[in-house]
C-alpha cells in the first residue's frame, strides 16, 4: 500500500489537498479529465487559472476529498480493471497470432535455494548515499523473502495470462 498523505495537489499553488477534506474543481469539462483534472485548495487558486486558460464562463464547484481507505479502495479496482483489460489484450494478441495459449495450472517447486537475492555492495551504497547510514548483512534474508514473494505473485499473474514469461507489468 502507499503511503501518500494527500488526495491531490493544488493545480495552482501545489499545495496538498488531504483526503476527507474540501477542495474545489473547475465547472469547465475540459478541466476535469480524468487523469489530468485539475484541483484547487481554495476559491482564489481556482480563480488564478481561469485567466490562463481562458474560460468564458466558470466557476469553482466544492468537492469532498475521499477518505484515504476509500480512495486506495478505488485505486486498487482500478489497477484491477486495468489489469483484466491488459489480459483481454494479450489473450487477443496471442489468439490472433494463431499461437495456442499454455493452459493448466502452474507448479511451484519448493526445491530452490534460499539466496541472498539483491546485490549486497549496491544495496550498502544506496542506503549509504541516501542516508549516511550502515546497513546489517542481517537485513538481507528478510529482503530476499520480500522478492521471493514478489517474484511468486509475479509468476501468478503471467502464468494465469497463459504467458512462459514473467513481465515488468507482472510486478
Ligand atoms: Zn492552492
Ligand atoms: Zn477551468
Known sequence: MSDRTHYRLCSSCKKELHFGAPYY???????????????FCSVPCFEAHVPMVRHREAWAEEKMAPARDQWEAEQSAEREKESQREQARERRRVVGAGAPVPSGPLELSDDVPRDTLVVVSKLKA????????????????????????????????AAAEGRKTVMDRDF
Not at 27 to 35: A, H, Q
Open 126 to 157: 544506496y542506503i549509504r548515499a541516501r542516508s549516511g547510514l550502515n546497513t546489517s548483512d542481517t537485513v538481507l534474508e528478510p529482503l530476499s523473502d520480500i522478492i521471493r514473494q514478489l517474484a511468486d505473485d509475479a509468476i501468478e499473474r
Open 25 to 39: 474543481v473547475c465547472s469547465v469539462s475540459t478541466c476535469n479529465r480524468k487523469r489530468t483534472g485539475l484541483t
